[in-house]
Structure formats: structure tokens, C-alpha cells
């Protein structure tokens, strides 16, 4: 990243390090279609290892990953519950419709967490006029719903509801390893109440690409097919799948330091006149904050502060912006970033600013 840009949109945005580049280059590869990639095949032994699940399949990005999972589990005409902001339901592009012809029901949640009663109160009757409920999906941590997380309870009671129903469970886990770092737990614990988890590697993990699909053995066996329905099965994919071992080892460990500097940032803004946040439910590496309409709009700011070398989306509303913070991201950009929404704020707003683009808006 040039030192004179303060990138904030996404951990998406970050770059492979010198490390990790050094593992892609000397990456053993093979056919990974045959199941002859050591590399994969090693990934793949790692993260099942890693969250207690019998098996897990590579994929190309998030939305693969989880998607496979809803083919994994649903049949057409059945029906998925998730939370009103999840992504699976709202930027995978109509994915559950069109790759496994499953419908989506939105639940009310709270910052994008949904608990039992919700779930309960969207059961239906066994009725030729009702869609089947097959899916429930949860996503943590949650993205558009705040970067918060679910306590462990929480997890248990809806996926034991669900599976007591005969549900099955898919945890969105595109930022797994920041909630489990956010609160402690272990990937285990997490993963044990759920069907299929998916996790990225290209989020704050930082590699260039990569997804994983776990689950047991019998479900894993189905996501292989629906990967390579979706044309999503590859070659030689030790290439990426030696930067998801890299960040294994390397880059789990120090998500810590992101929400640190995602409670800096947060601090620091909560002082500025005209912006509302509460750094309190600041969780992780996501920092959601609204700009006061008397100050502005959320794309001007976007757009002041673009100008100014800081990069930070208007996401989800008029008002709202999230801030992201991740490995290419330190302490002293934090702070020029807290000082700089200072400066345009205090300059007002400005009606010849030009609208951000949002482009990476959702990722
Ligand atoms: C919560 C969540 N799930 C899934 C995805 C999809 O990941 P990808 O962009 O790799 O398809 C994202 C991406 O931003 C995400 O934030």
C-alpha cells in the first residue's frame, strides 16, 4: 500500500506479503481435480483438523464456499432462514435461487444475529401451501450487521433448535477467526454446533484468493460436486492454497492487533462532532459509524476523505460508513485517518464533493 493511502475499505484489499509470496512461489502443486495437489490436500487436513470436522473441500472465494454449502443442503423449492443483513441473502447475487433454487426468508436480528425466538416464530406448519424451511444460516462475525458476534449460547440455542427441527446449519464464517479471536473461543467450540462452516482466507487472513468449505465426510462429498458444477473446481491450486497455509501460521495469531486499531479508530472518532458511533459495540476489525445529516451525507465524507488519501466506504445507508481495519493497515494510519475525518468535518459539508463509488461497498 503507498504509504500516502490509509486503505480502510475492506480487508479484502490487502496485498500477499513477502512471506507469504515466498510460500506461493515454492508451493508443491499437482492436479488438485485428481485430488493430487499436496498442497490443498494438506489445507484441506488442516482446517478439518483445526475446527474437528471430518473433511473440508478448497473453493475459489466466499461466495463459492458458502454457496456450495447451500447446495450442499437444500433441494430446489426449499427454503433458507438467515438474518435480514446476511450475505448469503443479500450480495451473493441471488445465488441461492439460481445455483440450488432455494428461497431465502429474512429474519429480523440485531446486528445481523438472529437467536431461537426468531427462528421459532418463522416455523410454519407442514402444509402444501408453505415452502419447506431446510437452511438455517448464521454469519459471524457479521458483516453489514456491525462486526458483531454470536456468545457461544447464542450458537448452541439456534443450531440445536434448528437440528432438533430437522434443520440443517451453515455458519458464514467469512471473518471465522475474528470471532473466535473476539471472544475467546476456540475454532472448535464454534464449529461443533454447525452442519457446514465456510471461511475465507482472502479477508483479513490476507491471501490473494481462497475460501474453505468444512464439514463431515458425507456433506463434503456433495459440496465437491457442487463446486465443480459451479465450475469452481481447479488445477493446480497449491499456488493459493500455500498462501492459506502461510496465513494458518502466521496471520490468525495477529488479528488481535486489527481490533485494537478498530478500537482506536473508534475511540477516536467517538470524539468528533458530528459523527455517532459507540466503541462499545466495536467488536472486531469491522467499525460501522454514522455521519450526522447536518454535516453531510456518508458519500460526501467517502469522497472528502478519498481526496485526502483515506479510504472509507459509505456502506449501508445515507448516513453509514464502515471502516475495516486489517494487516496493511498500522496504528499511525489509524490515527491520520481519525484526524483526517476531523478536518473534513470541521471544513462542513461540501456540496461540489463528488459521490464515492462504493465499489467494494459490501465485501
Ligand atoms: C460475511 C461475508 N460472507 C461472504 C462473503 C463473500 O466472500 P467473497 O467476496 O470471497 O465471495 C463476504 C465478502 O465480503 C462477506 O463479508
Not at 447464542?154 to 437440528?163: K, L, M, P, T, Y
Request: net charge negative; aromatic share 4%.
Amino acid at each position: 500500500m503507498p504509504d500516502s493511502i490509509v486503505e480502510l475499505r475492506s480487508d479484502t484489499m490487502t496485498r500477499p506479503t513477502p512471506g507469504m509470496r515466498e510460500a506461493i512461489a515454492n508451493a508443491e502443486v499437482g492436479d488438485d481435480m485428481s485430488g493430487e495437489d499436496p498442497t490443498v490436500n494438506e489445507l484441506e487436513a488442516r482446517m478439518a483438523d483445526l475446527l474437528g470436522k471430518e473433511a473440508a473441500v478448497f473453493a475459489c472465494s466466499g461466495t463459492q464456499s458458502n454457496q456450495m454449502g447451500v447446495w450442499t443442503h437444500c433441494q430446489t423449492g426449499d427454503e433458507i432462514l438467515i438474518d435480514k443483513t446476511g450475505h448469503i441473502g443479500n450480495f451473493e447475487a441471488g445465488a441461492p435461487a439460481v445455483l440450488s433454487g432455494a428461497s431465502v426468508r429474512m429474519l429480523d436480528g440485531q446486528g445481523g444475529l438472529i437467536d431461537v425466538d426468531l427462528v421459532q416464530a418463522a416455523l410454519r406448519p407442514i402444509n402444501q401451501h408453505f415452502t419447506p424451511t431446510r437452511l438455517v444460516c448464521l454469519e459471524n462475525s457479521t458483516n453489514i450487521g456491525g462486526g458483531r458476534t454470536y456468545p457461544l449460547e447464542q450458537i448452541e440455542r439456534v443450531c440445536a433448535f434448528a437440528h432438533e427441527r430437522g434443520f440443517k446449519t451453515h455458519l458464514d464464517g467469512a471473518r471465522f477467526f475474528n470471532a473466535c479471536t473476539a471472544r475467546g473461543y476456540t475454532p472448535r467450540e464454534v464449529a461443533a454446533h454447525f452442519d457446514t462452516v465456510s471461511i475465507c482466507f482472502s479477508k483479513g487472513l490476507g491471501c490473494p484468493m481462497g475460501s474453505i468449505l468444512v464439514g463431515s465426510q458425507s456433506d463434503i462429498v456433495r459440496a465437491r460436486r457442487a463446486r465443480k458444477i459451479f465450475g469452481g473446481a481447479l488445477r493446480q491450486a497449491g499456488i493459493p492454497a500455500a498462501a492459506c497455509l502461510y496465513a494458518i501460521e502466521h496471520h490468525i495469531d495477529r488479528l488481535s492487533i486489527d481490533h485494537e486499531h478498530a478500537q482506536l479508530f473508534a475511540r477516536g472518532i467517538a470524539e468528533i462532532d458530528g459523527i455517532r458511533i459507540n466503541p462499545d459495540e466495536v467488536e472486531t476489525n469491522l467499525v460501522f459509524f454514522e455521519i450526522d445529516p447536518a454535516c453531510g451525507t456518508a458519500a460526501e465524507l467517502s469522497a472528502a476523505l478519498r481526496t485526502r488519501g483515506v479510504h472509507i466506504n459509505n456502506v449501508g445507508g445515507p448516513q453509514r460508513l464502515r471502516a475495516c481495519t486489517h494487516l496493511d493497515v498500522d496504528a499511525d494510519g489509524v490515527l491520520r485517518a481519525v484526524k483526517t475525518i476531523a478536518e473534513c468535518l470541521a471544513e462542513g459539508p461540501g456540496a461540489d464533493r463528488p459521490a464515492a463509488s462504493g465499489a467494494y461497498a459490501h465485501a
